[in-house]
């Protein structure tokens, strides 16, 4: 006979399904109706189709044609003017590292839309691939667990509207964040390291991440991470040459909520879905920003080094550190994007699959999921007559109480290995 807790469960994974299956219909509505023919841009509503694949599309063209024009802001408009053929107003610059670049060069050698679906397949592809063999990592996955698998990552607002039809990059950051836990756990703490570096495609993403492992995995991480890294900035710099490498570096430097990064444009604060932009209207300077701002950084990379130290790296305890230390590295991001949502995929199937969670913490933890599902519908926050998102809250909400289900156990304890027992 079931327990009141497991109709509980039942209903809340039915629940689960439903919504994102509901979203899932609701995304896939909205692109088959809007959706252009093979020969046209723009979309039946007026927008490009694609979303912000213009300005990577953009980026191709350059990196075939000119690429020492690459970074230049006017350039960029004028070659995104010529493809779309017509001016477009809304600036869409492509502030990514030069490689992505040369990546993108080869979608260009397609139409505009053909290149669109061709990136979009790629990206579901690369996501899904990396959250299945996550979950296989973490626990056997059958035909009704895939299914259920699918429906969260598609039914995830962030991912599949803002990067799948809104043509971002962050299935990247799902796959750097899967497989460097998927090498840890294998013990391949270089190979980690060196998948780690492919956070170049967008490195304030990482920054907390990156630094609480490399204090906490030892030197094989490090110099996996170093080696990647150096491989990463001496091709950037063969490719573009260093006055172009280092124009890139010094753009993408003021590429923040607060600064303009070219007269007259900045990113939009209200667009912003981390801390800093939360900070960046709350506080009344940005002296005071950065200073708040430093405080918190420092304070949430002690407790994710304290986290990551308290337990055996064998144990489900390690996974629910590796779980707080990517949700604060998302969080304090300087540049935050609802898109760069995606890779909270991650944590929640880690969060969501951990027996070790204390039962007080694992519902707050699962209200705080179910949240981040539905953060895009309850997101109107106004303080200064700036219109915020829920998900600085929740960041914050689901970080300290990872952190107390991790300190609620004793130092180095292990009371469930994942591995014990599980097949390969």
């Known amino acids: ?119 979009t397949f790629l990206s579901a592809l690369m996501a899904v691939v990396s959250l299945i063999l996550l979950h296989r990592r973490l626990r056997s996955l059958n035909a009704l667990s895939l299914c259920v698998l699918l429906l969260g990552i598609f039914g995830f607002m962030p991912f599949y509207n803002g990067c799948l039809s809104g043509g971002q990059l962050a299935s990247i950051g799902i796959l750097v964040y899967a497989m460097v836990f998927f090498f840890l756990k294998k013990d391949k703490d270089f190979t980690a390291g060196l998948v780690l570096s492919l956070g170049y495609y967008k490195p304030p993403l990482f920054l907390l991440f990156a630094i609480a492992l490399t204090l906490t995995r030892g030197r094989q991480f490090f110099f996996g991470c170093l080696c990647g890294t150096i491989v990463l900035a001496a091709l950037s710099t063969l490719y573009i040459g260093p006055s172009q490498f280092w124009i890139y570096i010094t753009d993408a430097s003021r590429y923040t909520y607060g600064q303009e990064l070219f007269t007259g444009f900045q990113l939009p604060v209200e667009y912003g879905m981390g801390i800093f932009a939360l900070l960046t209207s709350l506080m009344p300077s940005m002296t005071w920003t950065a200073l708040v701002y430093a405080a918190l950084f420092l304070g949430a990379l002690f407790m994710s080094i304290a986290c990551l ?61 179910a949240l981040f599902y539905g953060e895009w519908q309850i997101m109107k926050i106004t303080i200064h007559g700036y219109i915020f998102h829920l998900a600085p809250l929740l960041f914050a909400g689901s970080f300290i109480m990872l952190c107390l289900s991790i300190f609620k156990y004793p130092r180095k304890s292990s009371p469930v290995t994942i591995f014990q027992g599980r097949p390969d």
């Not at 189709?49 to 006017?74: E, N, P, Q, S, V």
């Not at 604060?328 to 995929?345: C, E, R």
Request: with cysteine; aromatic share 18%; charged share 15%.
């Open 309 to 369: 130290k308290r337990v055996d790296p064998s144990s489900e305890l390690y996974n629910l550190s590796y779980a707080a230390n990517v949700i604060a590295s998302l969080a304090l991001s300087l540049q935050l994007g609802t898109y760069d949502l995606s890779p909270l995929l991650v944590p929640f199937l880690i969060i969501l699959l951990n027996r070790s969670v204390p039962v007080r913490f694992r519902w707050a933890l699962v209200a705080g999921i």
């Open 1 to 119: 006979m079931l327990s009141v807790k497991d109709y509980l469960k039942k209903i809340a994974v039915a629940v689960f399904i439903g919504y994102c299956f509901w979203v899932f219909l609701l995304v896939s509505k909205s692109i088959l109706y809007n959706y252009p023919p093979v020969n046209s841009v723009f979309l039946s509503n007026g927008k490009i189709a694609g979303g912000d694949f213009i300005a990577f599309y953009t980026a191709g063209k350059i990196a075939r044609t000119d690429k020492t024009k690459l970074y230049d802001f006017h350039y960029q408009a004028a070659k995104r003017d010529d493809i779309l053929g017509k001016t477009f107003k809304v600036h869409l610059p492509f502030i990514y590292p030069p490689l992505m670049a040369w990546a993108f060069s080869g979608f260009a050698v397609f139409d505009f839309v053909t290149a669109f679906y061709l990136f």
